[in-house]
Structures are given as structure tokens and as C-alpha cells.
């Protein structure tokens, strides 16, 4: 019963709510993304008529030259001629296609003369934004709750493609986008905008966009990247350069005043507020949001003996990943004293883990010391 | 020989009984059906895999599987149709039919053949017991690119050590087919002579044995990546990701046509026999063949063109690649030029030959848009990529294998298949084939990444359809199992010469082929194709 309900009303109902699907490209606002576009349109075109003139051919035959219509066979089986001719049409036709598919890649390819820069780095599972120009930078989480993944019936217009801090850009310049990865490849991927570059770890590579018209963009990870793959999307903003301006302005102002201060000594329930945060963030795709993991893949927090007792073995895990389990990144590498204090305080009184402990970030710091 | 023969070791008539004969098995059809069953079975496994992934995917949300689940079944997915279904069944094949195609009496290895079938076993089971260790499967996608892969769990080794195992027997199985095409002919049958499905099974095993062991090389490396503190895909010890996936498509481009060229080589067959005609340009078609060989191991980084290669890189690839619809084309034209003014029917194995070519132009052609580097940018990676290698891997490599399952039933069975049953299970998998995977074009195209267990709103309608294609698609697999079964058993006695326009060597031996055919290799006077006009001589047992 639940199979079947679960079926009609997730597969049915909610198909025939939203907006009719599209059977093709998004539609381009960049110039790039405009060239791919047409291009594709042309492609299109040829690869239609040579699939119907092949078919029309062999349907012909088909009908014509039946055994059951009477026909008999004719027996030729070379004819230098014809075969030279279609050896050299499709030859001319891809030396057609070959021109402007070739401006296209060096368009797409001019990746220099921007009017500002912005780092990308993937991460499993979420992008970071570094506006180099304006020095300051942020984490770009999936904004669609848990709840609305793993039940149904709760989905918003932007399910899986909505985020907590989009990217904001602004219209009318050219930007220059540095890409990198964390820890394994992703693909930074946002069709209108027409670019789609591997994020690579170890290695920059850039790719660039031109966007004229304000409004939102959405994209989504295009590499395989681990399990959370489908939910690490991505939301470009763009606005008009005042806009733009105004929002970063206000954007350095809150990123200063949220900023840690890493010598402050915090109280067990702020932490505990802060941390769980954190862990919604980082950690409940594997652990899960109870906290019980995944029984065989992913361990659980809820009475492990790291989170309850060994309180030197919860931090070094932590910050400096699990030996054994490579799964478990090292997070002292994406997250600051605060962030990591706070959620491992979070773990040790969470989920039934009530131990009352409670890690400070000069304990962070002074492990992190003792490491290095 | 005939020495060996006077001195008391008269030719064994009798066949093996018992399980004594499957496991030490020396002959080639008592192999080759190994091979085929053995296929058909990884084909059943790797298609229940598929059903699971549709399953979850019918609607948004998770119902069904944890993501890291559902990335397991998209690798082994994969991993069980390439190397466990495709691969072996193509083997089985020639196993079975090139020595009666050529005038041979076995495979020039005997024994190494037993012995290339039966690592496959312990290669699959590998691979399926891999989801019960702690981990679980390896969920890396099929590709296995580092440095997701060193990232896996046991499961990951085990798929290592699958393909250690899978690219040894594929090598050993390369190394027979071209030993026996190349000595074993019967004389008069030249090489440009020899049927294309010869020529196709030649010419994959030297792509076999080309790319086979850099495979090997590629995921050895992630296997000491993982456990010996090697840095090769690592960038933080000088090494680099992308060189993995270098390495890889290397490998993985020609491994396409691996499974690709003797699907040519089998609609080459059957074009010809139900049009009563010779097959259009022969020549042409062995030229071509072996251009799509050769350019195959031009064009890997086509599948890379989102790493950011530089601009003239780019551009040699997509030269390279738009290049291949030239010879590719050459064939398909020559097909339709076969059936031109011929006489035909439409038997079963005719049925998937056209439905073939119908669909494996689509597939080629949605291959030349994607070739379009600055097109590929919006495309790789996205489900119009997965209804791509599908046009070209179920309706060409698996519509090409029924075409020649049903073709050569009655040679190697003494039975007919039920014509009715055939006709329907062709036009099932038709229908449902193309519901299931035409849809996928508009999804990647609207911009649905690959290997994702859950979607936004929008790609809704397209997945609930694609889903139950695939769900329909898969019980019509049961029909042919039915069909084969029942018909193996029960089926009516087949004429001497099923097929009126049939030609070639195999058709001229006794039905059901005798347990050792020629024994004595025959003299026979030959055409292109491997049409034969007389034979003289050759002794069956």
C-alpha cells in the first residue's frame, strides 16, 4: 500500500503540479551560452535530416522490396561511385560543422580580460565563494531541508535546487571564475550561464561568464562526488552593478560581525546552539540528523565511546579525519576553532550523548598545536 | 596429426557427459555456451540493478535507497553489463560460430579457453559479493575516477581485483580469436574474403589486447593510491586526477567499439541473408571497420572536455572525433545499400537488425553532437549522455546479440525458436526501449545530471515515464528466456538450410552442428563476405 501510494502520489501528483518539463536546452543568457544554444539548434537540423533520409531510404526498401510484394532480389554489391560520394558528403558536412563549433570553443575558451574574480572550491558536499576582488568569501549550503528529501509531499518550487547563500554577482561584467576542489572532483555547472568546468583538487582552472540580464540562476554538481552528489546545487544571483555593490557592502559588514573571535570563551548552550548548526551543515548527511548514522556505511554518534568518553580521540577525528575510515574528512581544513569546538561540544550532548562536556576553541587551537 | 592418429588415438566422438564436461571444456561450443549463458545471466543481474535505480528515480525524494546505495547500483550497473554481459557474450559468439564460419575445427587454444571462461565466475562473483562488505560496493561510478575511488571502502579492492581478473580472461579470449582467424582458415577463404563477423571479432580482439592491460595499469595505480602511499592521482604528492581519467579513457574509448565493432560485424551477417542479396561494398566495409579501430585510439579526451584541457586540445579531440562518423556512416549507408532491391523477410533476427540500425543511427548521431566541444560543455555528464551510450549499447550491442541468438538458434540447437514469440519479444523491447530511453534526451538537455538519486520538480514527468520503460522493457527480457528455454526442449526439428539467403560456411555443415565439425579442414571456394560457392572435403564427427 504505502509502495503504491508512494508511487502514484509522488511520481503522478506531483508531475502534474508543476510547470511543463523542458525538451530542451535551458534557456542562454550569456553570449556563450547563446552560441552553444544556436549551435546545438543547427546540429539538431543536420542530425534530423540525415536520420529521416536514411530511414526514408530503408523504409522504401522496406515496403518496395519485399520477398512478400513479389520482389526480387537485384544482385549489385559494389558501385565505386556511391560509395565515394558518401564517403565525401558527410565529410563536407562535418568541415561545415567543424567552422563554427571551433568559434565556439575559442569564445568559450577566451578566459581572460575580466572585470573581477571570484574562487570556487568544491567540497563534499557544497561550494565555497571567495570574492578575491572584495576579500571576503563564503559557504554555499543546500538550502532544501532534510525533511523534504526523505519525505514526501513537502517540496518547494526549488527542491534540491535552492541554497542558503546564493552566489551574487553583478550584470554587464565580465567575471572570471577560478575553480579548485577540496578533496575530490566536482563540476561547477549552471546551464543558462553556459559554463561547466571541473573542480579539480591540487589543480586552479578558470572558466568565465558575462551575464546581462538580472535574475536567478540555478545549476547543480556535475560530477560524481560521493553521496551527497545530488544535493550540492548552486544559485547564481545576478543583480545590477548599485545592487551588486550594496550587497557586498552589506555582505562584509555581516561577515565581520559573525566572525569568531577564536579567544573567546563560550557558554555550554550557546555552543550547543552554534554546534548544531555546524553539524546540520557538515556532518548529518553521513551521521545523520538523530545522529545514529548509517548501520554498516556511516557510524553512529549516539553512545559511540569517541563521543562519550575519549574526549582527545573525538577532537583528533575531527580535525584531522579518521585513519581508518577514509570517509571521514579531515575538517580542520574547512572549519574554524569556533566551528569545530562548537559542534564537538554539540556531539557530546546531543542525541542522548548528555556528558556535559564542554570544548572551547583555545582547546581547538591548542590541539591543532599540537598536531603541527 | 594424422601420426598422432595412427598411433591409436582415434578422435573422440562421444561428448563429455556430466558436469566434467562444463567444467573441462575444450570445445569451443560447448564454451561458447558457457559464454552465452553466463552472459544472459550477468545480463538478468545487471538488469534487476537497473529496475532498482529507475525505481528510486520515479519520483523526487527518497523512497527506496540511501544515495550510497543507489551509487553502488550505478557502478555495478555498469561494471556487470561491460565486463559481465556485453564482453562475454560477444566472446561466446565467436566462439561458437567462427570456427564453423571459417572451416576450423576448434579454437586454436583449447584449454586456454576453458580457462578464459571460467575466470569470468569467480570475476562476477567478486563483484556482487563486494555490496555485502563493510562499505559496501564500490559507488564511484563505473568510470571509477580518483580521487573518488580511493575514497571506497573494501568493495573498492574488490572491483580492482574483478577487473584484474575480467581484463586477463578478456585478453586470453582476444589472444584465440586471433589466432585461430588468422591460422585456422579453410583454405580458399582469404582474409578479404572472410565474413565480417570474422573480420569484426578480428579486429576487436586486437583492440582487446591494445587496451585491455592499460586498464589494469589504471586501477592498479588507484590500488597502491589507496594501500602503498602512492601519490599518482593525488596532487598534495605531485600527482595529478586528471592523469587517472587520462589513463582511463585511454582505455575507455576503445573499449566502446570493443563492444560496438562486432555488433557490425553480426548485422553484416543478417542484412544480407533476409535481403537474398550480398552484402553492399564488402571492401568498404573492412576499411571501415578498421578506420573506427584505428581513430578509436585518437579521440579518448572527448570524454574530458569539462577538465579545462587547453583550447587546441579541445579542438584536435572533437576534429578527431566528428572524424569517426565518416567510416561509421560508410557502414549504416551500406546496410540500407544491402537491403536496396533485395528480396526481403522479416524474420526475428531481420526484425532486430533493422531495429538496429534504426536506433544505433540515432545513438551515432546524438555521438557527433556531443562531439561538439562547446556543446559537450552543457551535455557531459547529463542524462542525455546516458541516453546516448544506451541508443548505442542496449539497442546496438544487445539488439545486434538477439539478432544473432535468434539467427544461429536453429545451427546450434537443431531446434526452431517460436517465430511469434520472437516477433514480439522484438517489438516489446522496441517500444519500450525508446519510451524508456528517448525520454532522457529532453532531461539532460534541461539539465539533469547523471548519477543522481533524486532530481528537482521539473524532471518529474520524464523520469515516471523513463521508469516504466524500463520496468516494461525488462519483463519483455523474459519472453526470449521463455522462448529459448521452451524451444530448446520442445522446439520443432530445424530444416537443414533455415534461412533461404543464408551463405556462409556455418550453413553448409549438418544441423544441429555436429559435436566436432570439421575435423578435416574443407577446401572451399569463396566470395566476399564469406559467401561460399562450393566445398569440398571436411569431416564432422
Known amino acids: 500500500m504505502t509502495f503504491w501510494r508512494t508511487m502514484i502520489g509522488g511520481g503522478l501528483l506531483t508531475g502534474a503540479a508543476h510547470a511543463a518539463p523542458g525538451i530542451g536546452l535551458q534557456t542562454p543568457v550569456t553570449s556563450v551560452a547563446h552560441e552553444i544554444y544556436d549551435l546545438h539548434n543547427l546540429l539538431v537540423i543536420i542530425a534530423t535530416t540525415i536520420f529521416v533520409g536514411v530511414l526514408v531510404a530503408m523504409f522504401y526498401a522496406i515496403v518496395k522490396h519485399r520477398k512478400s510484394a513479389g520482389h526480387e532480389a537485384k544482385h549489385f554489391h559494389e558501385n565505386t561511385t556511391v560509395e565515394v560520394i558518401w564517403t565525401v558528403i558527410p565529410l563536407l558536412i562535418l568541415v561545415g560543422m567543424a567552422w563554427p563549433a571551433t568559434r565556439a570553443v575559442l569564445h568559450q575558451k577566451q578566459t581572460r580580460g575580466e572585470d573581477m574574480t571570484i574562487k570556487i572550491t568544491g567540497y563534499q558536499w557544497k561550494w565555497r565563494y571567495d570574492y578575491l576582488d572584495a576579500g571576503m568569501g563564503f559557504m554555499s549550503n543546500l538550502g532544501t531541508p532534510r525533511d523534504a528529501i526523505y519525505k514526501t509531499g513537502t517540496k518547494g518550487e526549488h527542491y534540491l535546487l535552492e541554497v542558503d547563500q546564493p552566489l551574487v554577482v553583478p550584470t554587464g561584467k565580465r567575471i572570471r571564475l577560478l575553480l579548485t576542489a577540496n578533496d575530490v572532483i566536482h563540476a561547477w555547472w549552471v546551464p543558462a ?44 544571483d545576478a543583480r545590477s552593478p548599485a545592487d551588486y555593490e550594496k550587497w557586498v557592502a552589506q555582505k562584509q559588514k555581516t561577515l565581520a560581525a559573525s566572525a569568531d573571535d577564536p579567544n573567546k570563551t563560550w557558554t555550554l548552550k550557546d555552543l550547543v546552539a ?90 581547538i587551537k591548542a590541539a591543532r598545536g599540537g598536531k603541527a | 596429426m594424422a601420426i598422432a592418429d595412427t598411433a591409436g588415438h582415434a578422435p573422440h566422438t562421444g561428448k563429455p557427459t556430466g558436469l566434467g564436461r562444463w567444467l573441462f571444456a575444450t570445445n569451443h561450443k560447448d564454451i561458447g555456451s558457457l559464454y552465452l ?73 583449447a584449454r586456454m579457453n576453458n580457462w578464459s571462461f571460467w575466470l569470468l565466475p569467480p570475476a562476477a562473483l567478486l563483484l556482487l559479493l563486494s555490496f555485502f562488505v563493510p562499505g559496501g560496493a564500490a559507488a564511484s561510478g563505473w568510470t571509477m575516477y580518483a580521487p573518488l575511488s580511493t575514497q571506497m571502502g573494501m568493495g573498492m579492492d574488490m572491483t580492482i581485483f574483478a577487473i584484474h581478473i575480467l581484463g586477463v580472461s578478456s585478453i586470453m579470449g582476444a589472444i584465440n580469436i586471433i589466432v585461430t582467424v588468422l591460422n585456422l582458415r579453410a583454405p580458399g577463404l582469404t582474409l578479404m574474403k572472410m565474413p565480417m563477423f570474422a573480420w569484426a571479432s578480428l579486429i576487436t580482439a586486437y583492440l582487446i589486447i591494445a587496451v585491455m592491460p592499460v586498464l589494469a595499469g589504471a586501477v592498479t595505480m588507484v590500488l597502491t593510491d589507496r594501500h602503498f602511499g602512492t601519490h599518482f592521482f593525488n596532487a598534495a604528492g605531485g600527482g595529478d586526477p586528471v592523469m587517472y581519467q587520462h589513463v582511463f579513457w585511454f582505455f575507455g574509448h576503445p573499449e566502446v567499439y570493443i563492444m560496438a565493432l562486432p555488433a557490425f560485424g553480426i548485422i553484416s551477417q543478417v542484412i544480407p541473408t533476409f535481403s537474398r542479396k550480398r552484402l553492399f561494398g564488402y571492401t568498404s566495409m573492412v576499411y ?50 544491402t537491403m536496396w532491391q533485395g528480396s526481403l523477410t522479416f524474420e526475428t533476427p531481420m526484425l532486430f537488425a533493422i531495429g538496429f540500425i534504426c536506433l544505433f543511427t540515432i545513438g551515432g548521431l546524438s555521438g557527433v553532437i556531443l562531439s561538439v566541444a562547446a556543446v559537450d560543455t552543457q551535455l557531459q555528464d547529463t542524462y542525455y549522455v546516458v541516453a546516448h551510450f544506451h541508443y548505442v549499447l542496449v539497442a546496438g550491442a544487445l539488439f545486434s546479440l538477439f539478432s544473432a541468438v535468434y539467427y544461429w538458434f536453429p545451427k546450434m540447437t537443431g531446434r526452431m525458436y517460436s517465430e511469434r514469440l520472437g516477433k514480439l519479444h522484438f517489438w516489446w523491447s522496441m517500444v519500450w526501449f525508446n519510451v524508456t530511453f528517448f525520454p532522457m ?43 529459448l528455454l521452451i524451444s530448446l526442449r520442445r522446439g520443432p526439428p530445424a530444416v537443414e538450410h533455415p534461412w533461404e539467403g543464408a551463405q556462409t560456411l556455418e550453413w553448409r555443415i549438418p544441423t544441429p552442428a555436429p559435436y566436432h565439425s570439421f575435423v578435416e579442414a574443407p577446401e572451399v571456394d569463396a566470395d566476399d563476405n564469406g559467401v561460399i560457392h562450393a566445398v569440398r572435403g571436411g569431416t564432422h564427427h
Open chain 2, 288 to 337: 571501415a571497420t578498421a578506420s573506427i579501430a584505428i581513430l578509436s585510439f585518437m579521440v579518448w579526451a572527448h570524454h574530458m572536455f569539462t577538465t579545462g584541457m587547453p583550447a587546441t586540445a579541445q579542438l584536435f579531440f572533437m576534429y578527431a572525433t566528428m572524424l569517426i562518423a565518416v567510416p561509421t556512416g560508410v557502414k549504416v549507408f551500406n546496410w540500407v545499400a
Open chain 1, 274 to 363: 552554534r554546534g548544531e548548526t555546524v553539524y546540520q551543515q557538515n556532518c548529518a548527511a553521513c551521521h545523520q540528523p538523530n545522529g545514529q548514522g548509517i548501520p554498516g556505511t556511516f557510524p553512529p554518534l549516539a553512545g559511540s565511546p569517541i563521543a562519550t568518553k575519549n574526549r582527545a580521540a573525538h577532537l583528533d577525528i575531527v580535525i584531522n579525519g579518521s585513519r581508518r575510515n577514509p570517509a571521514m574528512a579531515a575538517w580542520g581544513k574547512v572549519l574554524n576553532d569556533t566551528e569545530i569546538a562548537a559542534v564537538i561540544t554539540y556531539e557530546r550532548n546531543a542525541f542522548g550523548n548528555n556528558t556535559g562536556d564542554v570544548v572551547q576553541p583555545k582547546d
Open chain 2, 441 to 483: 534526451h529532453f532531461l539532460g538537455l534541461a539539465g539533469m545530471p547523471r548519477r543522481i538519486p533524486d532530481y528537482a520538480l521539473q524532471f518529474t514527468d520524464f523520469n515516471s515515464l523513463a521508469t516504466i520503460g524500463a520496468f516494461c522493457f525488462g519483463l519483455g527480457q523474459l519472453i526470449v528466456l521463455y522462448n
Open chain 2, 37 to 109: 549463458w553466463f552472459s544472459f545471466i550477468m545480463f538478468l543481474t545487471g538488469g534487476v540493478m537497473a529496475l532498482a535505480i529507475r525505481l528510486e528515480l520515479f519520483s523526487p525524494g527518497l523512497q527506496f535507497w540511501q544515495p550510497e546505495l543507489f551509487n553502488q547500483l550505478v557502478t555495478l550497473h555498469g561494471l556487470i553489463m561491460i565486463f559481465g554481459a556485453i564482453m562475454p557474450a560477444f566472446n561466446g559468439l565467436a566462439n561458437w560460430m567462427l570456427p564453423l564460419m571459417i572451416g576450423a575445427p576448434d579454437m586454436a587454444f
Open chain 1, 193 to 236: 550561464l553556459g559554463v561547466k568546468q571541473d573542480a579539480i583538487p591540487g589543480f586552479v582552472r578558470d572558466a568565465w561568464f558575462k551575464v546581462d540580464k538580472p535574475g536567478i540562476y540555478r545549476g547543480q554538481c556535475a560530477e560524481l562526488c560521493g553521496r551527497d552528489h545530488a544535493f550540492m546545487p548552486i544559485v547564481v
